[in-house]
């Protein structure tokens, strides 16, 4: 995500590299660089000339500090005006009423039906009762589809295949909430391949009867400019109350991102990568303005990681770790942890400087696969015990993985060296001590 438009802007800013003031010519010559990068990246001409003509009027009324070059102060202001650009703070999803309706919109092929699931999996994460309704009546799999996910999730899903008015099936799927004591009620409708009369007139009726509590459009951000063109002629129609955009994973240069905004005035509530159920995300512009210039989003990374924390487990790992008996299933189970949260590349992208590190590498939650085969290929005593593993024993595990002799030394070796640095801080007396230990700059 981003990583073509993040290489474009760092090489803008590097034409400040080595400069000792701020002069209308360098700014001139870097802006024209930050404005054909966004551009490049598919954000709308306009939008791109506004916030390129701020920039550069903000750095031509600043003074330039001693301990600053200009290269950081503009990055700095571009930061600043790309964080605006996107909605400056982030802004919650309204949940009034009893029971809360929040109504899904889009084109067809845009995620909604799949967002609606990851929608719900979330809420319920929370401790809400939610209920899915279909009132897609014309899409076949689609019913089918929300069934799926909704037994996936383990959420009740509403539906009535025969019937072909969404209006009804949406206000029976309200009072069937209200007896069951559901909370919230996310209704996915039907989209089209293009804006078309009937469908913007069948999802203005929907709103109408129901009055939900939020209406979000969903959008596929790898249509680029043409995700912002078709977000503004649904909010034309529809005044939706905030804006989801999905496959930020895929192929995309993020002009939908930086641009949707500006164009509909309109908030980005979530962000939705992949196909798993979890992969889900509230929308922080200023997170994503770090991220477009390759800073990283080390406070995302850290909400993941608490999501799928397990504090018990933690507790039993630090004991084993203490006691220097951390095995091969414990580095198993901290494998599964580190999966749970997320796109591996994508979360390897939000620590800064990993996203230019990694660009042109193919890294993906197949990288653990050889690792855990290795793992498996194990007998328990094996696990516990790796000391045991000898050269029969390597060649038997290879063999069971589909890997080499050669990788399972690897990994043994790794897992050593891991075991000894975790000796090291023990001795160090662990914690804040054994770090700054083993931290050459530490004092």
């Known amino acids: 995500m981003f990583d073509n438009l993040s290489f474009k802007l760092e090489k803008a800013f590097q034409t400040l590299k080595g400069q000792g003031s701020i002069t209308e010519v360098n700014v001139a010559t870097t802006v024209k660089e930050i404005r054909r990068a966004l551009i490049d990246a598919d954000v709308n001409y306009k939008v791109a000339k506004e916030v390129t003509d701020d920039i550069k009027a903000k750095a031509l ?43 899904i919109s889009g084109l067809q092929g845009s995620g909604k039906t799949t967002f609606s699931g990851k929608l719900a999996s979330y809420l319920k994460g929370q401790g809400k009762q939610v209920l899915l309704t279909a009132c897609d009546i014309y899409r076949p799999a689609a019913i089918d589809q929300l069934k799926v996910l909704g037994e996936q999730i383990g959420v009740e899903v509403y539906a009535e295949p025969e019937n072909k008015d969404a209006v009804k099936i949406a206000n029976n799927a309200i009072k069937h909430a209200k007896d069951n004591s559901k909370k919230i ?165 939000m620590i800064p400087g990993m996203g230019k590190a990694l660009k042109g590498i193919d890294v993906d939650d197949d990288s653990f696969k050889p690792i855990e085969a290795i793992i498996r290929s194990m007998t328990m005593e094996e696990r516990e015990s790796p000391e045991l593993i000898n050269g029969s024993r390597r060649k038997r595990i290879a063999d069971g993985s589909g890997t080499s002799v050669q990788q399972v030394n690897n990994l043994l070796k790794q897992f050593n060296d891991m075991k000894k640095l975790m000796k090291t801080m023990n001795k160090m007396g662990g914690g804040k001590k054994g770090l700054a230990a083993l931290n050459p700059f530490g004092r």
């Open 61 to 103: 009324g600043r003074d330039v500090l001693t301990a600053v070059s200009p290269g950081q102060l503009l990055t700095k202001i571009t930061n600043d005006e790309l964080t605006e650009l996107m909605g400056g703070t982030h802004q919650d999803i309204k949940l009034d009423g009893n029971p809360s309706v929040i109504l």
């Open 185 to 349: 009620v996310i209704v996915d409708t039907a989209g089209r391949l293009a804006v078309d009369e009937a469908m913007m007139d069948e999802i203005s009726k929907l709103k109408e009867a129901l009055n939900p509590s939020e209406t979000l459009f969903v959008v596929d951000s790898m249509t680029g400019q043409d995700a912002v063109n078709t977000a503004k002629a649904f909010n034309d129609r529809l005044n939706f109350d905030g804006v989801v955009l999905t496959k930020l994973d895929g192929d995309t240069r993020g002009g939908a991102a930086i641009s949707i905004r500006r164009v509909v005035d309109k908030p980005i509530k979530f962000i939705s990568t992949g196909e798993k159920m979890d992969a889900i995300d509230k929308f922080h512009p200023d997170r994503m303005a770090n991220r477009v210039l390759g800073m990283g989003d080390v406070v995302s990374l850290v909400e993941k990681a608490q999501q799928t924390f397990d504090e018990e487990e933690a507790r039993r790992l630090n004991k084993k770790i203490r006691k220097n008996q951390f095995d091969f299933n414990d580095f198993l189970s901290q494998l599964e942890q580190i999966k749970k949260m997320g796109n591996i590349k994508d979360l390897m992208g």
